[in-house]
């Protein structure tokens, strides 16, 4: 039996003298005993160890990885998608036009909701959204919102339509809220088959989040005008929800306001 000093210079642990000796570590070993094959391979079908001691599960582009520090990254195909979810009690309604807060939501006289008006009032809410940490920083974002017709129009058999707008500025943390842009939500439907049909309006292409970070803040003003040629439906429409739908790369940001 001879004792030594080993110390593991590598980037995996490795089994010595019948000792794990993880890495950086320095331990007392049998020098006489077989040499164990490391503890695991650098490869294993899908699961890659680097030699930065990262880990890399999936394909090239396509993965999770763990980073030597054990945070955790999606990458491409590997990322998923989440709401930012504004439900419609939560929005403010203090504003020149309110939508009115109207009992008998599907027909049952106790639940309310955000009805906005069908006739001639541009009406309007205000909403407040930060990104939060898990938010793949500069990816595009896609607003939505959730709602439900109140009435069949009169048993109407006619596709019609709504258009929902969001008016907004988004800053980073440092920087300077900016003029307002517009993000257009539309949706069709068929009113006699949709009494309180649970529906999403949704616009196209999304908004580019280009140079947006975590934390940054979107202040909204979202309304419908149902004079616009786009909104065909003369009926309230209640509102449930608003959401935006975005992708997911991590499970939140090493530092506290960096990532």
């Not at 004792?3 to 490795?14: K, P, S």
């Not at 309180?196 to 940054?216: E, T, Y």
């Amino acid at each position: 039996m001879a004792w030594v000093r080993y110390t593991n210079a590598g980037n995996r642990a490795v089994t010595r003298g019948g000792i794990l000796v993880q890495p950086g570590d320095t331990q007392w070993i049998d020098d006489s005993y077989p040499v164990m094959a490391e503890s695991l391979p650098s490869s294993l079908g899908n699961l890659t160890i680097n030699d930065d001691g990262t880990i890399q599960i999936g394909g090239v582009s396509d993965a999770l990885t763990v980073g030597a520090n054990g945070s955790v990254r999606l990458n491409g195909a590997a990322m998923c998608w989440d709401d930012l979810r504004t439900p419609g009690h939560v929005v403010r309604t203090s504003g020149s036009s309110p939508p009115d807060v109207v009992g008998g939501f599907g027909g049952n006289a106790g639940l309310f909701a955000l009805q906005f008006d069908g006739g001639t009032t541009v009406e309007e809410v205000f909403i407040d959204i930060q990104f939060p940490h898990t938010w793949q920083q500069g990816s595009v974002i896609y607003p939505h919102l959730h709602f439900s017709p109140v009435s069949t129009n009169s048993n109407d058999a006619v596709s019609r339509s709504i258009r929902f707008v969001m008016e907004y500025t988004w800053a980073n943390v440092n920087d300077s809220f900016g003029a307002v842009s517009s993000y257009e939500m539309t949706a069709a439907f068929v009113p006699n088959v949709s009494q309180w049909k649970h529906l999403i309006a949704a616009g196209v292409g999304g908004i580019d989040g280009a140079g947006k970070r975590i934390s940054s803040l979107l202040k909204c003003r979202l309304f419908r005008d149902p004079t616009h040629a786009s909104d065909t439906y003369p009926q309230d429409v209640a509102l449930n929800s608003f959401d935006i739908h975005y992708q997911v790369d991590s499970m939140g940001s090493t530092l506290e306001y960096t990532k």
